[in-house]
């Protein structure tokens, strides 16, 4: 069955710097992969996706890329401030499942000192 | 435009008891999904529905928990008789149904349930 892997249960940065965030999946080969932040007593907010067949895409300060041949996505958060403290989940399509069904990973919880 | 609404936001019952669960998605929005949260957990899908239809519920603990849409936009999740393990935040999320191969999905702020 698919199994998606975010390694890192918390990450620790100092203001202005770059976060990254992994995400590893296995017996898969989705067709795009998206990325949520969460927030405390809030519901996930969608990020961004990307498809399988773009390497890389980009949204103000964060970054995404898509690996397929290592079954990974890295997410970078560039000039990192404290307000984007939060827990960032990602997500692959469920293949067994209808249309829009998502699995989610565990979630990063990152936070940002100043 | 306003986003998903559940309500209420925090439940705490005994176990054993029934609860439900109220779901308002953005308007206009074709398809509704149920998911359930456990702490330190990514949300888990328990069932989806695409107007008033269900379109997935292989993950809905049907012994206990049900789910209905009757006119195709609210919704209401119940859960008779709750378990200790069904405490978590149970998250409703609506999406449009534009027609390609994704749809991104809002989601309402949750439900805490506590089961004592």
């Known amino acids: 069955s698919q199994k998606i892997e975010q390694n890192s249960e918390a990450l620790n940065i100092q203001e202005g710097k770059t976060a990254t965030l992994t995400c590893n999946y296995t017996?898969?080969?989705?067709?795009?992969l998206q990325w949520y932040r969460q927030d405390p007593g809030r519901g996930p907010v969608f990020l961004l996706l990307i498809r399988e067949n773009e390497k890389e895409k980009r949204k103000e300060r964060l970054k995404v890329t898509f690996d397929t041949t290592l079954k990974q996505s890295l997410f970078h958060i560039t000039a990192s401030q404290p307000a984007d403290s939060a827990t960032y989940l990602c997500a692959l399509e469920d293949y067994g499942g209808s249309q829009g069904n998502l699995i989610f990973g565990k979630g990063t919880k990152l936070s940002v000192k100043p | 435009e306003a986003g998903v609404a559940q309500s209420p936001r925090y439940k705490i019952i005994e176990k054993r008891q029934s609860v439900a669960f109220w779901c308002n998605p953005i308007?206009?929005?074709?398809?509704l999904y149920w998911y359930q949260q456990i702490l330190g957990q990514g949300p888990k899908l328990l069932i989806q529905f695409q107007n008033n239809g269900v379109v997935d519920d292989s993950q809905l603990p049907k012994d206990r928990f049900s789910a209905e849409r009757l006119k195709g936009v609210d919704s209401t999740l119940k859960i008779q008789p709750a378990k200790l393990e069904d405490s978590a935040v149970y998250l409703c999320a609506s999406s449009l149904e534009a027609g390609g191969d994704w749809d991104e999905q809002y989601f309402g702020p949750g439900t805490r349930l506590t089961v004592t």
């Open positions: 308007s206009g929005h074709a398809t």
């Open positions: 017996n898969y080969s989705p067709a795009y």
